[in-house]
């Protein structure tokens, strides 16, 4: 988390900076495993670079096991059309939880797994050349790499259920991911 805050702050000081005059703005998004995604974004007078802060996220909740999964994220775009097409890289933590309570005795258990990522996406943003409305799509991998697992219970777990569902949550949390942005509409100021 140390990683993360730590380049929110310095990606915010540079945008700063007059060498980023150009327009910021808002979004919205909706998408595929990441249901909501929120951000903020600057994008260069030239129309060559963009640059975005977004917290992707999905919750679901079924009789009494929920599963959340989030990702706050950085990622840089470079338009090389100076138009709606870019290529971008981004990098982000992705926090997946499941949690289950069993309603008579309340015992539960708290399985996380935590994994950095990089992703590199592919899109389109329509209208980024001047203060606005925007709106577009994008195509991503994410790639996941320094894994780590967390398992609380309430209940007595063997060695042997722990190490198989810290197991698990390792080649979980190591899987790449396609993701898509099905929508994304913004406003720049």
Avoid: C
Avoid at 130 to 157: A, H, K, L, M
């Amino acid at each position: 988390m140390l990683k993360l805050k730590s380049l929110l702050f310095i990606f915010i000081i540079a945008l700063s900076t007059k060498a980023f005059a150009g327009p910021y703005g808002v979004n919205f998004g909706l998408g595929i495993p990441y249901l909501t995604q929120l951000g903020v974004n600057y994008v260069d007078l030239a129309n060559n670079f963009s640059a975005e802060a977004r917290l992707n996220f999905f919750t679901v909740s079924v009789g009494i096991a929920s599963v959340r999964l989030t990702k706050p994220e950085i990622n840089a775009k470079w338009h090389p059309f100076q138009g709606a097409f870019f290529v971008g890289m981004g990098w982000g933590i992705q926090y997946a939880t499941a949690t289950a309570t069993e309603p008579n005795t309340r015992a539960g258990i708290k399985y996380s797994v935590v994994s950095d990522t990089v992703t590199t996406t592919l899109g389109w943003l329509w209208g980024l050349s001047e203060p606005g409305f925007y709106g577009g799509f994008d195509f991503s991998y994410q790639n996941p790499y320094n894994v780590r697992t967390v398992i609380d219970s309430d209940v007595p777990v063997n060695d042997d259920t722990y190490n198989d569902a810290k197991d698990a949550g390792e080649k979980f949390g190591s899987l790449g991911l396609p993701l898509f942005t099905l929508i994304r509409v913004g406003y720049l100021f």
